[in-house]
């Protein structure tokens, strides 16, 4: 079974702190993403990866960056933490078929309030 | 433009009774479609995928090219099935809709 697998569940931080939300995959997977996910709006793409040390903007990475050091690990990095930007975040990964991502396996989740 | 579209933020139904959710798609090239479901306090979930044409926990979906859909039906719907279903569309990334919750009442 494919896991992939989110630092942690539940976080609290104040604006302005630098916030670090880490997901892990043990299937070699090539490509990675970070989405956030709010009511009424559902799944946003942040950030992806195809390899180790890429990256490229998803749909709304404002606010965002992304660390890819290793290929099982993708890090989410909020600089300064607003309030906007309470939400729940997932990490997801898959593998890269004829230029295209292939099914995609998701975390836990990371539901994140910052006051 | 690439996009995926789910009209019905709420969907509810009877147990017993059909469901069908509804997506549309727009993709300039031949497209290939999931969907994904979301169970209570559950990680997000691969439920099918259109290229494999099988049967998921009595859900189905059909792609048509004309009128460029993907719909998802089930002809009785369970308790069970409530949850978050969303539609997304393969590119070089997953290109998700913004959901429908399904509520199904005893």
């Known amino acids: 079974d494919v896991k992939v697998t989110q630092s942690s569940r539940y976080l609290v931080k104040r604006t302005g702190e630098k916030v670090f939300l880490e997901c892990v995959q043990d299937?070699?997977?090539?490509?990675m993403f970070w989405y956030r996910q709010d009511p009424g709006l559902g799944l946003r793409l942040i950030y992806f990866?195809?390899?180790?040390?890429?990256?490229e903007k998803g749909d709304i990475p404002e606010g965002y960056s992304v660390s890819r050091e290793k290929k099982e690990r993708f890090s989410l990095i909020l600089e300064s933490a607003s309030t906007n930007q309470t939400s729940m975040y997932l990490c997801?990964?898959?593998?890269?078929?004829?230029?295209?991502?292939?099914?995609?396996?998701f975390g836990p989740g990371t539901r994140l309030t910052v006051l | 433009a690439q996009r995926v579209t789910q009209p019905e933020k709420l969907l509810s139904v009877f147990k017993g009774a059909p469901v069908e959710l509804k997506c549309n798609y727009s993709?300039?090239?031949?497209?290939?479609l999931f969907w994904y479901v979301q169970y209570s306090r559950q990680r997000l979930q691969l439920l099918l995928r259109?290229?494999s044409r099988e049967s998921i926990k009595g859900f189905t979906a059909d792609l048509n090219k004309g009128e460029t859909s993907f719909h998802l039906k089930k002809p009785f719907a369970q308790e069970e099935d409530s949850a978050m279903y969303y539609c997304?569309?393969?590119?070089?990334?997953?290109?998700f809709g913004t959901g429908t919750r399904l509520q199904v009442f005893p």
């Open positions: 990866s195809y390899d180790v040390k890429m990256k």
């Open positions: 997304a569309l393969i590119t070089d990334k997953l290109i």
């Open positions: 997801a990964s898959s593998f890269r078929e004829g230029g295209r991502t292939d099914t995609q396996y």
């Open positions: 299937m070699d997977h090539e490509n």
């Open positions: 993709y300039s090239g031949s497209p290939e």
């Open positions: 259109h290229i």
